[in-house]
């Protein structure tokens, strides 16, 4: 019987490995003369075994020659240009472990190429500028760990702020804790907070919000914002934080009243007279009861929200303030009232959810006449209620 040949090596990097330096070299550098960015990031990893100061050159030579490209870059180009970019990434990366003041200097270089490449670059869905946001937190830990080395670096980096404010507000908010409040703080002292260069006011801004300067923070705060019940809300919530009760209340009652300022946030009023506003601002006038010590107004609230809109997330508040079993005799009666609620679909959605597939059961088997549109639900929720109470699910598939 002829011998079966011998299975191929699979594709590994230790496989390869026993090819030999020579033969990878070899392998390596065609595939380098087909691909220019393959190319560059090799150059990148020779200069960074040479050390630091040939990898800050190397780096140097390519952030220069793509910020002076003025070259359209297609929608069919732009994927190379993100490779290009992510591996300028990698080199500045490398240079910031072997001379972490000279990484963080490229490394600022790298996102000062972020506005020529708005310019150029044809990026409808955003992949250039998401490319640039996930990298912001990077930017903070190296800036924060050159700060730390020398406290001067701080000046450095507000001039690059300083210089365009509009692209730094957007990594700002991008850093997530990677911006630490000791950075924030030294930069906030060392910024003209006066300047009218646009977005310095969402800069001095976010960055007042980082090193929990609340007072810095609402003097930047419009009119217009003060008028509006989400950023009220927004307000009352920092200022109940810092146990500011009184503040918390004016801050909402500015957005009580229809106004120039509000009117495009205001929804209009009730037919009992009493605004009706946002969620966000009503749940946080109920924590602002709560601090005031007005727990059973508070209370009311909750319920009364949970009336009108069969949210469970207020409805689990309001029961986790309530005593022992008295939490149980709640839920019946928060049951009931969604069983009965005016629209279906929204009574369903809530028993389904809660879960309460008894109750929704029973109000699909009572009320599923009043079924005027395809549920978009249907589906899910047929079969969730199969196992235990096929006949509903059954009469639920064959509804509208």
Same mark, same amino acid.
Request: glycine share 4%; charged share 30%; no cysteine.
């Given at each position: 019987? =002829?011998?079966?040949?011998?299975?191929?090596?699979?594709?590994?990097?230790?496989?390869?490995?026993?090819?030999?330096?020579?033969?990878?070299?070899?392998?390596?550098?065609?595939?380098?003369?087909?691909?220019?960015?393959?190319?560059?990031?090799?150059?990148?990893?020779?200069?960074?075994?040479?050390? %630091?100061?040939?990898?800050?050159?190397?780096?140097?030579?390519?952030?220069?020659?793509?910020?002076?490209?003025?070259?359209?870059?297609?929608?069919?180009?732009?994927?190379?240009?993100?490779?290009?970019?992510?591996?300028?990434?990698?080199?500045?990366?490398?240079?910031?472990?072997?001379?972490?003041?000279?990484?963080?200097?490229?490394?600022?270089?790298?996102?000062?190429?972020?506005?020529?490449?708005?310019?150029?670059?044809?990026?409808?869905?955003?992949?250039?500028?998401?490319?640039?946001?996930?990298?912001?937190?990077?930017?903070?830990?190296?800036?924060?760990?050159?700060?730390?080395?020398?406290?001067?670096?701080?000046?450095?980096?507000?001039?690059?702020?300083? =210089?365009?404010?509009?692209?730094? %507000?957007?990594?700002?908010?991008?850093?997530?804790?990677?911006?630490? /409040?000791?950075?924030?703080?030294?930069?906030?002292?060392?910024?003209?907070?006066?300047?009218?260069?646009?977005?310095?006011?969402?800069?001095?801004?976010?960055?007042?919000?980082?090193?929990?300067?609340?007072?810095?923070?609402?003097?930047?705060?419009? /009119?217009?914002?003060?008028?509006?019940?989400?950023?009220?809300?927004?307000?009352?919530?920092?200022?109940?934080?810092?146990?500011?009760?009184?503040?918390?209340?004016?801050?909402?009652?500015?957005?009580?009243?229809?106004?120039?300022?509000?009117?495009?946030?205001?929804?209009?009023?009730?037919?009992?007279?009493?605004?009706?506003?946002?969620?966000?601002?009503?749940?946080? !006038?109920?924590?602002?009861?709560?601090?005031?010590?007005?727990?059973?107004?508070?209370?009311?609230?909750?319920?009364?929200?949970?009336?009108?809109?069969?949210?469970?997330?207020?409805?689990?508040?309001?029961?986790?303030?309530?005593?022992?079993?008295?939490?149980?005799?709640?839920?019946?009666?928060?049951?009931?009232?969604?069983?009965?609620?005016?629209?279906?679909?929204?009574?369903?959605?809530?028993?389904?959810?809660?879960?309460?597939?008894?109750?929704?059961?029973?109000?699909?088997?009572?009320?599923?006449?009043?079924?005027? !549109?395809?549920?978009?639900?249907?589906?899910?929720? %047929?079969?969730?209620?199969?196992?235990?109470?096929?006949?509903?699910?059954?009469?639920?598939?064959? !509804?509208?």
């Amino acid at each position: 019987m =002829a011998r079966r040949p011998a299975a191929p090596k699979r594709l590994n990097a230790a496989n390869l490995t026993g090819l030999g330096a020579d033969r990878l070299g070899d392998l390596l550098m065609q595939a380098a003369d087909a691909d220019p960015i393959l190319k560059r990031r090799l150059r990148l990893i020779l200069a960074a075994e040479a050390g %630091a100061d040939a990898l800050a050159l190397e780096l140097d030579k390519r952030l220069t020659a793509v910020a002076a490209s003025r070259a359209r870059v297609s929608w069919r180009k732009r994927p190379d240009l993100m490779r290009d970019l992510a591996v300028l990434s990698e080199g500045v990366e490398t240079l910031s472990r072997l001379a972490p003041a000279e990484g963080v200097i490229r490394r600022m270089a790298w996102f000062d190429l972020f506005r020529g490449l708005t310019q150029r670059v044809k990026d409808p869905r955003g992949e250039v500028a998401d490319l640039f946001e996930t990298a912001a937190p990077a930017l903070w830990q190296a800036a924060d760990a050159a700060v730390q080395a020398d406290p001067a670096f701080a000046e450095i980096l507000a001039k690059a702020i300083q =210089a365009h404010p509009l692209d730094y %507000a957007r990594w700002i908010g991008a850093a997530g804790e990677a911006l630490t /409040p000791a950075l924030a703080r030294l930069l906030l002292e060392r910024l003209d907070a006066t300047s009218g260069a646009r977005g310095m006011r969402t800069v001095v801004r976010r960055l007042a919000d980082r090193a929990d300067d609340l007072d810095l923070w609402l003097s930047l705060v419009t /009119p217009e914002e003060r008028g509006s019940p989400d950023f009220a809300a927004v307000m009352a919530r920092r200022l109940l934080i810092a146990d500011r009760v009184a503040e918390a209340r004016q801050a909402l009652e500015a957005a009580l009243s229809p106004s120039p300022t509000n009117r495009r946030w205001t929804f209009g009023r009730s037919p009992q007279g009493a605004p009706r506003l946002t969620p966000a601002w009503e749940a946080a !006038s109920i924590d602002l009861m709560e601090a005031e010590g007005r727990k059973e107004e508070a209370q009311d609230l909750r319920w009364a929200l949970f009336e009108r809109d069969l949210s469970a997330p207020v409805l689990r508040a309001y029961l986790a303030r309530l005593p022992d079993f008295d939490d149980v005799e709640a839920l019946d009666r928060a049951l009931a009232h969604a069983a009965g609620h005016a629209d279906f679909e929204t009574a369903l959605g809530f028993l389904m959810d809660w879960p309460a597939h008894r109750e929704a059961a029973a109000l699909v088997e009572r009320r599923i006449r009043e079924v005027r !549109s395809p549920l978009p639900h249907k589906a899910d929720w %047929a079969a969730r209620l199969a196992q235990k109470y096929p006949e509903a699910a059954e009469r639920l598939l064959a !509804s509208a």
